[in-house]
T-cell receptor
Framework: DVKVTQSSRYLVKRTGEKVFLECVQDMDHENMFWYRQDPGLGLRLIYFSYDVKMKEKGDIPEGYSVSREKKERFSLILESASTNQTSMYLC????????????FGQGTRLTVV | TQLLEQSPQFLSIQEGENLTVYCNSSSVFSSLQWYRQEPGEGPVLLVTVVTGGEVKKLKRLTFQFGDARKDSSLHITAAQPGDTGLYLCAGAPIYNQGGKLIFGQGTELSVKP
């Protein structure tokens, strides 16, 4: 069974903290993505990566960075968490060729207080 | 910027009713996917349509890709409470960079017994 696993289901962090969200996939997919999901705004792409050590900005990269040192792992970093980064964060992966169907993790509900 | 307009945003119906969700764009997509998301979980792929005019059926769900590959619809026959959830359409742009998908805003479906 294919799997994308996010390290935490729920996180509560303080304003100004550095936050790490981890994502691991076991499908040998080249592409990995980080989205945030907010009511009425749908899924918004933060960053994506199409290969190890490669990263591209998505639509809302401000306040975030990413790391992909190994093919199976893609980390999202909030350099200095702020309350407007309270959201549901979703990691996904996909193959580079074909219909690029995305497989999602279970999501991390992050609350910044 | 490519957009996918999904409608309606909210739908509340009684068990046994039929419904249709629409996804429209002015852009052409190489493929289009439909996902279903339950509260607190990540989206799960339902179907991918690739060919213009293609129709796919998944039990009581019928998916159609427009002839021009710019739009799609999801029709549910005799809805059941278990169909409740958030339905998302996502399109793969023709000139796909790194497997990026364009997501619609989602349709929140509630089926009451």
């Amino acid at each position: 069974d294919v799997k994308v696993t996010q390290s935490s289901r729920y996180l509560v962090k303080r304003t100004g903290e550095k936050v790490f969200l981890e994502c691991v996939q076991d499908m040998d997919h080249e592409n990995m993505f980080w989205y945030r999901q907010d009511p009425g705004l749908g899924l918004r792409l933060i960053y994506f990566s199409y290969d190890v050590k490669m990263k591209e900005k998505g639509d809302i990269p401000e306040g975030y960075s990413v790391s992909r040192e190994k093919k199976e792992r893609f980390s999202l970093i909030l350099e200095s968490a702020s309350t407007n980064q309270t959201s549901m964060y979703l990691c996904a992966s996909s193959l580079q060729q074909g219909a690029v169907e995305a497989f999602f993790g279970q999501g991390t509900r992050l609350t910044v207080v | 910027t490519q957009l996918l307009e999904q409608s309606p945003q909210f739908l509340s119906i009684q068990e046994g009713e039929n419904l249709t969700v629409y996804c429209n764009s002015s852009s052409v997509f190489s493929s289009l996917q439909w996902y279903r998301q339950e509260p607190g979980e990540g989206p799960v792929l339902l179907v991918t349509v690739v060919t213009g005019g293609e129709v796919k059926k998944l039990k009581r769900l019928t998916f159609q890709f427009g002839d021009a590959r710019k739009d799609s619809s999801l029709h549910i026959t005799a809805a059941q409470p278990g169909d409740t959830g958030l339905y998302l359409c996502a399109g793969a742009p023709i000139y796909n960079q790194g497997g990026k998908l364009i997501f619609g805003q989602g349709t929140e479906l509630s089926v009451k017994p």
